[in-house]
Structure formats: structure tokens, C-alpha cells
């Protein structure tokens, strides 16, 4: 049997620590860019089930909590139909939803979460609006598999309760829409006139 000389496969501590860093650090940002392109994927495919009254696939990417809060799938799915119906029955129609790019990915507990920039386009009676908000992406499972909230109905201050790392370390996109800009620009003028 040979003998192998240790020396000779001795690495000085610190230039071992450099080389163990560089590869961890190389497997958190490949893993880090992963999830990033799996929720921006899985972003778009819940606003295409929006724009197609896909309703089981929006379902499918709610909350579980909420889900459950909602008193199950059964009962979401036939929420979500009556919201989007009702919406219809009242002369709206979808155009078009937008999705940013992702913010950056924190972990707070077991979970991974991100801020999701959105533009939602709609006509109401032949009047168009728009709406900017975004989605809080939320996954259990480092981004096989990412749920959505609405932040459109989640105050930045509930959201802070909620997930405090997240509203400290991302910037909360500012929710803002065609209508309010329209009056807020009808009462500017109104106000230069006095």
C-alpha cells in the first residue's frame, strides 16, 4: 500500500476558509437566482389566470391560511368566481396585469418572502383605469412553490405586524390608482383657481 504524505495536501487555514466561503457563497447566490426566477415565473402565471378566469389556478396560488380562513378551497374558488363575476356584472373587464421584477428574497422563520411590484389595467364602462399595487410571495419550500397576498387589502402596517424583516428590509410599493390621481389633479386645479 502506498503512503500518502499529508503535507503535501495541507492548506493554510485562512486560504481553506476563503475557498469554503467562495463556494457557499456561490451556492446561496445560485439558489438566491433560482427562487428569484421561479416566483417571477410563478407571478406571471397567476396573473395569466387572472386575465383568463382561470379560477382553480388562482385559487391554487392563494395563502393557505387564507384559503382556510375562506372555509376551504371549495368555498375560495366560489368566492373568487363571484368577486370576478360581480366585477363583469358591473361593466368591468380586465385588460392587462403587469408584473415587476421581484424585490430581493428575506427570510423570516420558515419562510422565504418578496415583494411583487403589480399594474392592473381595467375598463369600466368603456373607461379606462389602472391600478398600481404589488403581491407579498410568500413559500414554505425555498421557491418550489410560491402563494400570494394581495397587498392591494394588506395595509403596510398589518403587513409589518405580519412580517416585520420584510417591511424593514424591502421597499413597499405605494398603492396608487387612475381615480385618486384623476380627483387629487381635479382639487389641485380647483385649489390654483382660488
Known amino acids: 500500500m502506498k503512503h500518502i504524505d ?26 438566491a437566482q433560482s427562487m428569484t426566477e421561479s416566483l417571477f415565473v410563478q407571478a406571471k402565471r397567476n396573473a395569466t389566470a387572472m386575465l383568463n ?4 389556478t388562482i385559487v391554487s396560488f392563494m ?23 360581480d366585477v363583469e356584472a358591473k361593466g368591468g373587464t380586465l385588460n392587462n396585469i403587469t408584473v415587476g421584477q421581484p424585490s430581493i428574497i428575506v427570510q423570516e422563520g420558515s419562510e422565504h418572502l418578496a415583494i411583487v411590484p403589480t399594474k392592473m389595467e381595467m375598463s369600466f364602462e368603456g ?36 412580517y416585520p ?9 405605494k398603492r ?14 380647483m385649489e390654483e383657481k382660488e
Open 53 to 56: 378566469k382561470d379560477y382553480e
Open 127 to 162: 373607461k379606462k383605469v389602472w391600478a398600481s399595487s404589488y403581491l407579498v410571495a410568500i413559500t414554505q419550500d425555498r421557491g418550489k412553490l410560491w402563494y400570494f397576498l394581495d397587498g392591494s387589502g394588506l395595509p403596510e402596517e398589518t403587513l409589518a405586524k405580519i
Open 63 to 85: 395563502y393557505p391560511p387564507v384559503v382556510r380562513r375562506m372555509g376551504g378551497y371549495k368555498k375560495a374558488l366560489d368566492q373568487v368566481k363571484k368577486i370576478m363575476l
Open 165 to 173: 424583516k420584510l417591511v424593514l428590509t424591502v421597499e413597499i410599493p
Open 6 to 31: 499529508a503535507a503535501k495536501w495541507h492548506f493554510p487555514t485562512t486560504r481553506y476558509l476563503q475557498v469554503i466561503s467562495i463556494l457557499l457563497l456561490s451556492a446561496l447566490c445560485v439558489n
Open 176 to 189: 396608487r390608482n387612475s381615480l385618486e390621481d384623476e380627483i387629487n389633479d381635479s382639487f389641485r386645479r
